[in-house]
């Protein structure tokens, strides 16, 4: 094998050399393959190896990226895999997607070619299939579906409903409804109104105020966990509960969950500031995108939002009305 066949299979990243030799470059002390994506180092600062011990004992450090030192190692499984990982992270910003993937440093048709043979589908595909699973799981926790189209990505509500009906054959609207109908629910009759609980295999998946509804309260089914949660919620207005155990199944982006895991954590008969809770979860920057989380609360009085006031005590926002929430703490404080 001459210099100049090898220096070829460096400049094309051909993975059909890897093994067959190794190349180091001077000017940093690095060894790579030659299917290796680093920047194209200059011609007269690369030398040339035939084992990856013969580099090591030249003084070359293997190359953290294309992985030398790995014999079963798979560069572009890696690069597949990254961009995976990307995807998950910022399937929903499409600028920063786009950003993030064009900074692996290979071409969209190389990127194309390794993820569909890692994962038998294109990225394309699998932005639509995460897309498409989170926007149920939105639906299925009651968000909007001009929230929903919003929160996976989407440029508008009629781009979302041709999206998700070319996906599930059926509408959102359609989608929801039927979801709902499928759902096992309960009702528990409160001083504040009526108020439907649902639940799926997991647990508890929504509370809400039953306004201007003409349901009757009589439960869809058995289900697992609506007994003892309406139970708990009769015994939270008569305050002889001031805890609830009843699993919880909740559906809401990583930031979501992080701020209802701290609403929950907020003792009975205590309140906390949108300010309070972003700092809490590591974020102080984030008091306004707490509030959007703690609107977005699919359970309420179980994860008490209703805790949650403005900076100076004022009771702002609450799902169920102010009215509500000042009932809701003067139980808790009196």
Same mark, same amino acid.
């Given at each position: 094998?001459?210099?100049?066949?090898?220096?070829?299979?460096?400049?094309?990243?051909?993975?059909?050399?890897?093994?067959?030799?190794?190349?180091?470059?001077?000017?940093?002390?690095?060894?790579?393959?030659?299917?290796?994506?680093?920047?194209?180092?200059?011609?007269?600062?690369?030398?040339?190896?035939?084992?990856?011990?013969?580099?090591?004992?030249?003084?070359?450090?293997?190359?953290?990226?294309?992985?030398?030192?790995?014999?079963?190692?798979?560069?572009?499984?890696?690069?597949?895999?990254?961009?995976?990982?990307?995807?998950?992270?910022?399937?929903?910003?499409?600028?920063?997607?786009?950003?993030?993937?064009?900074?692996?440093?290979?071409?969209?048709?190389?990127?194309?070619?390794?993820?569909?043979?890692?994962?038998?589908?294109?990225?394309?595909?699998?932005?639509?299939?995460?897309?498409?699973?989170?926007?149920?799981?939105?639906?299925?926790?009651?968000?909007?579906?001009? %929230? @929903? $189209?919003? &929160? #996976? *990505? =989407?440029?508008?509500?009629?781009?979302?409903?041709?999206?998700?009906?070319?996906?599930?054959? /059926?509408?959102?609207?359609?989608?929801?409804?039927?979801?709902?109908?499928?759902?096992?629910?309960?009702?528990?009759?409160?001083?504040?109104?009526?108020?439907?609980?649902?639940?799926?295999?997991?647990?508890?998946?929504?509370?809400?105020?039953?306004?201007?509804?003409?349901?009757?309260?009589?439960?869809?089914?058995?289900?697992?966990?609506?007994?003892?949660?309406?139970?708990?919620?009769?015994?939270?207005?008569?305050?002889?509960?001031?805890?609830?155990?009843?699993?919880?199944?909740?559906?809401?982006?990583?930031?979501?969950?992080?701020?209802?895991?701290?609403?929950?954590?907020?003792?009975?008969?205590?309140?906390?500031?949108?300010?309070?809770?972003?700092?809490?979860?590591?974020?102080? %920057? @984030? $008091?306004? &995108? #707490? *509030? =959007?989380?703690?609107?977005?609360?699919?359970?309420?009085?179980?994860?008490?939002?209703?805790? /949650?006031?403005?900076?100076?005590?004022?009771?702002?926002?609450?799902?169920?009305?102010?009215?509500?929430?000042?009932?809701?703490?003067?139980?808790?404080?009196?």
């Amino acid at each position: 094998m001459t210099d100049s066949e090898r220096w070829n299979a460096v400049i094309t990243n051909d993975r059909s050399y890897d093994g067959k030799f190794f190349y180091g470059v001077k000017s940093t002390g690095i060894f790579c393959r030659p299917s290796c994506v680093s920047k194209l180092p200059k011609p007269e600062n690369v030398v040339f190896f035939n084992s990856r011990e013969e580099a090591e004992s030249a003084g070359f450090r293997p190359c953290k990226r294309c992985r030398p030192d790995l014999i079963a190692y798979d560069p572009g499984a890696r690069l597949a895999e990254e961009a995976k990982a990307i995807i998950d992270c910022n399937f929903t910003e499409r600028q920063e997607l786009v950003k993030k993937l064009n900074a692996l440093g290979i071409t969209r048709r190389h990127l194309t070619e390794l993820f569909e043979k890692r994962f038998d589908l294109s990225p394309e595909q699998y932005i639509a299939q995460i897309r498409f699973q989170c926007a149920k799981e939105l639906l299925d926790a009651g968000c909007r579906s001009t %929230d @929903a $189209a919003f &929160a #996976v *990505g =989407m440029e508008s509500s009629a781009s979302f409903a041709a999206f998700f009906k070319k996906q599930a054959g /059926i509408s959102p609207t359609e989608y929801v409804f039927q979801r709902i109908s499928e759902r096992p629910y309960c009702f528990c009759e409160t001083p504040l109104g009526l108020i439907r609980i649902e639940e799926n295999h997991y647990g508890i998946t929504s509370l809400r105020f039953a306004d201007g509804k003409t349901e009757t309260a009589l439960p869809s089914g058995n289900g697992i966990y609506l007994a003892d949660a309406r139970l708990q919620i009769s015994e939270y207005f008569a305050k002889n509960r001031k805890v609830f155990d009843v699993p919880l199944s909740i559906t809401g982006s990583q930031f979501q969950k992080s701020v209802w895991s701290v609403l929950r954590n907020i003792p009975y008969g205590e309140t906390r500031s949108y300010q309070q809770v972003a700092e809490a979860i590591g974020n102080r %920057d @984030a $008091a306004r &995108a #707490v *509030g =959007m989380a703690n609107n977005r609360n699919p359970i309420l009085i179980i994860i008490p939002c209703h805790r /949650i006031v403005g900076k100076d005590g004022k009771l702002v926002g609450y799902a169920g009305g102010i009215d509500r929430k000042r009932y809701l703490l003067e139980i808790e404080t009196t």
